[in-house]
């Protein structure tokens, strides 16, 4: 009996020391990449969710009684989705309407709603708005509004367009010769383009097959979508304290062989705080390494900024000796039609991981540059109007306007007691916090009822706007607004607790985060509910 079991025995020791020694190592590189201080709360925020998760499942009744106000705040957020715009058109007419018919349908689903963004009163989202501009990429969009790109030999011209605004692109952020880019349908696609092409390059030319990319926390989201999507491991990294950017000494502590990529915001959508782009480049080079520099926000800002009067904390281009990818929105201050932006590499040879070929497929040989085949020459005619409308000239003078504006709230907010600006923000992006009694959210709930839409933030809580060519006239209105709202907050701390406030602020003291998940997917099934 003693002689069968010690292998048993052995075998449970084995397994045992093998579980602690991950767990050891893991909590280690959690403390030399996080610090100790965002490990522990990590940590507990980690064993708060597997208690509550445990006592939902554990107690009679529990469950159901979450689940139930689940339910409820979705069909609240879904009811007010759907109040202005219930489907009516189920199925097909059993007959084609007319032209005129067509014409008045479309006429009311335009006037649907009740935001009048023209107003400027609105974050980010519409970022030229001009009636004229406008009219011409319509008049483009008309025009090529059959051709597709996949199809170079019938639509030369989108193809000769592509090519030409990718080579303006590059230009505007110094490529070299040998670099190159692609047109995608946005900052997400140009993002998941670059993660999966250095997940190609690191795989055939290191061998690395369990892949991790270092990034700092305040990265755009859809790098933690292209790590769910292509298995890339993400290692966050938190920002400093002070200036906002990313810790550099934690993404040094970060870097293993497995390391494909770093990456850095010029621009971070949150706060509008640049990372130290030569300072990760030299640390990529150093480890043979990608760097993928996200300026889809900054994207027409940046490369126009010192020129406009406004120079920037740090290089930011392909200048910087190890940068070997950047992504940049043309759909943003470029003011081009949404669904465009451009994801751009250090050489063409790179450029070649991202491709996807299927040479043996009996519908003829595959091959496509990004995740689309097919793709709208409608949007690339658009994209390439506005370019060619506005010319550097023109991207001076709107980045001079835009981040005029921002530095005028910028300066107004930092002279309201009670509020702050997060970090030193240089572009067109201004975040600020609550450092006294009043609640940011609350401030927020009192904005929102003075027509402003704009973007709640958590870790920390903060108020965002992304100052826009619609900005510019409002921006002393908007701190003159805020100050109003916090001078009226001190007089009457209920004057914010409206519904906007109830919910930020609920959102972002909920520990079990599973339940912001449920009702996020409440949200996108709402979308295309009738």
């Not at 040479?359 to 690339?380: E, F, H, K």
Request: with cysteine; net charge neutral; charged share 20%.
């Amino acid at each position: 009996m003693v002689l069968s079991s010690s292998p048993l025995q052995l075998l449970k020791s084995l397994v045992f020391y093998i579980v602690l020694l991950r767990a050891g190592s893991s909590l280690a590189r959690s403390i030399l990449t996080k610090g100790p201080a965002q490990t522990v709360k990590d940590l507990v925020a980690e064993a708060l969710q597997t208690i509550i998760t445990a006592s939902r499942s554990a107690i009679p009744g529990a469950n159901s009684l979450v689940q139930a106000e689940i339910d409820k705040s979705v069909k609240s957020l879904q009811a007010g989705m759907l109040k202005d715009s219930r489907g009516e058109n189920a199925r097909l007419p059993p007959k084609g309407l007319s032209d005129d018919a067509v014409r008045a349908e479309l006429k009311r689903h335009h006037q649907l709603g009740h935001v009048h963004w023209k107003d400027g009163k609105v974050s980010g989202a519409v970022y030229h708005g001009g009636d004229q501009l406008g009219s011409l990429i319509t008049e483009a969009y008309g025009l090529f509004n059959v051709s597709n790109p996949l199809h170079p030999e019938l639509f030369p011209g989108i193809r000769k367009m592509e090519a030409e605004i990718i080579s303006m692109v590059l230009a505007m952020y110094n490529a070299k010769a040998e670099a190159a880019g692609s047109m995608t349908t946005g900052g997400t696609e140009s993002i998941l383009m670059s993660v999966k092409t250095h997940r190609e390059w690191a795989k055939a030319t290191k061998g690395i097959t369990k892949p991790e990319m270092v990034v700092p926390v305040t990265i755009h989201a859809a790098f933690d979508k292209a790590a769910d999507y292509f298995g890339v491991k993400m290692i966050s990294i938190p920002m400093d304290p002070k200036t906002g950017e990313v810790d550099l000494e934690l993404v040094k502590r970060a870097i293993t062989p497995n390391t494909i990529m770093l990456a850095g915001s010029a621009p971070n959508f949150p706060h509008g705080i640049m990372d130290n782009i030569p300072a990760l480049a030299a640390l990529a080079k150093k480890h043979n390494i990608g760097m993928h520099v996200d300026a889809c926000l900054g994207g027409f800002i940046i490369p126009f900024a010192e020129k406009a009067g406004f120079p920037q904390a740090y290089p930011f281009d392909f200048r910087v000796d190890g940068v070997t990818a950047i992504s940049c929105d043309t759909h943003k201050y470029g003011f081009a039609p949404k669904g465009s932006s451009v994801i751009m590499y250090h050489t063409k040879e790179l450029r070649k991981h991202q491709y996807f070929i299927a040479p043996n497929w009996p519908g003829g040989v595959y091959a496509s540059p990004t995740i689309s085949g097919s793709r709208a020459g409608a949007l690339i005619a658009g994209c390439w109007t506005a370019l060619m409308k506005f010319g550097e000239e023109g991207y001076i003078e709107t980045t001079r306007e835009i981040v005029g504006a921002a530095r005028k709230i910028k300066s107004g907010i930092n002279s309201i007691d009670g509020l702050a600006i997060l970090g030193n923000p240089l572009g067109s992006v201004i975040s600020f916090v609550s450092t006294g009694p009043v609640k940011i959210f609350a401030v927020g709930d009192i904005l929102s009822k003075k027509g402003w839409h704009l973007n709640m933030l958590q870790r920390p809580e903060a108020i965002h706007i992304a100052c826009t060519y619609l900005t510019v006239g409002v921006a002393d209105q908007l701190v003159a607004d805020v100050k109003e709202a916090v001078e009226l907050l001190k007089r009457d701390p209920s004057a914010g607790e409206g519904e906007f406030a109830a919910i930020y602020g609920t959102a972002a003291s909920v520990p079990d985060r599973s339940i912001i998940a449920d009702v996020s997917r409440g949200f996108l099934d709402g979308l295309t509910m009738m």
